[in-house]
T-cell receptor
Framework: GAGVSQSPSNKVTEKGKYVELRCDPI?????LYWYRQSLGQGLEFLIY????????KSGLPSDRFSAERTGGSVSTLTIQRTQQEDSAVYLC?????????????FGPGTRLTVT | GEDVEQSLFLSVREGDSSVINCTYT??????LYWYKQEPGAGLQLLTY?????DMKQDQRLTVLLNKKDKHLSLRIADTQTGDSAIYFC?????????FGQGTELSVKP
C-alpha cells in the first residue's frame, strides 16, 4: 500500500462503550501520529510515537484515551467509556523519521460518532 | 504554546490568484507546512518551507515566509475550481503539528 490506511472508516457507538481505531502507516516510516478533527476544536494533536522512544502523550484529552504501537508499525487508538464529545474524525499520520524535514502524511481518517 | 491563526474564508474567481494567509506566535518554529483538505477527504500535503527560506515555489504554488512578522502565505496562481477546498497552515513544534483553523477557498467560475 502506498499511503497511510485507517480502519474502520466510520464507527457509530453508544455512549459508554469502548472503541478501537486502527492505523497502518506507510511502510518504513518510523514516526506515527494521531490527531483528531472536530468542529469545535479544529485539528488537535493527540499522541506521537517515534521509533523505540517513549511516546509523547501530551495531547491525549483524558485517561479514557490510550494508544499503542506494536512492532514499530501498526497503531491502535482506544477510547474507553466513550462520551458524545469524543465524536470527531480521528486522523493518523506517519513520517519517515520524525525529523522536521520529513513531512507527515495523513490517512483518510475514522469518523467516530458517539450517540 | 504555539498559536496559529488563519482567516476562515476566501472567495476568488477562476483564473485569479488566491492568497491564503497564516500567522504564528513561536519565533523558533523551524518547519511550516500547507495542507489541503477536500470534502470528505484526508489531509493532503501541498508544500512546506524551512525557516531559513523566504520563498519557495512549486508549479502554481508560492510560499512566502516573513519571519520577522511571523507571517506565512500560500499563493495559488491561476486558481481553478478544483482548488476549492480547505487549506491548513501548520507549524512543527516538538515533533507535532500545530494547525490553524483552516481557510475555506471557494473558486467561482
Amino acid at each position: 500500500g502506498a499511503g497511510v490506511s485507517q480502519s474502520p472508516s466510520n464507527k457509530v457507538t453508544e455512549k459508554g462503550k469502548y472503541v478501537e481505531l486502527r492505523c497502518d502507516p506507510i511502510s518504513g516510516h518510523t514516526a506515527l501520529y494521531w490527531y483528531r478533527q472536530s468542529l469545535g476544536q479544529g485539528l488537535e494533536f493527540l499522541i506521537y510515537f517515534q521509533g523505540n522512544s517513549a511516546p509523547d502523550k501530551s495531547g491525549l484529552p483524558s485517561d479514557r484515551f490510550s494508544a499503542e504501537r506494536t512492532g514499530g508499525s501498526v497503531s491502535t487508538l482506544t477510547i474507553q467509556r466513550t462520551q458524545q464529545e469524543d465524536s470527531a474524525v480521528y486522523l493518523c499520520a506517519s513520517s519517515l523519521t520524525g525529523a522536521g524535514a520529513d513531512a507527515q502524511y495523513f490517512g483518510p481518517g475514522t469518523r467516530l460518532t458517539v450517540t | 504554546g504555539e498559536d496559529v491563526e488563519q482567516s476562515l474564508f476566501l472567495s476568488v474567481r477562476e483564473g485569479d490568484s488566491s492568497v491564503i494567509n497564516c500567522t504564528y506566535t513561536d519565533s523558533s518554529s523551524t518547519y511550516l507546512y500547507w495542507y489541503k483538505q477536500e470534502p470528505g477527504a484526508g489531509l493532503q500535503l501541498l508544500t512546506y518551507i524551512f525557516s531559513n527560506m523566504d520563498m519557495k515555489q512549486d508549479q502554481r504554488l508560492t510560499v512566502l515566509l516573513n519571519k520577522k512578522d511571523k507571517h506565512l502565505s500560500l499563493r495559488i496562481a491561476d486558481t481553478q475550481t478544483g482548488d476549492s477546498a480547505i487549506y491548513f497552515c501548520a507549524v512543527l513544534q516538538g515533533g507535532k503539528l500545530i494547525f490553524g483553523q483552516g481557510t475555506e477557498l471557494s473558486v467561482k467560475p
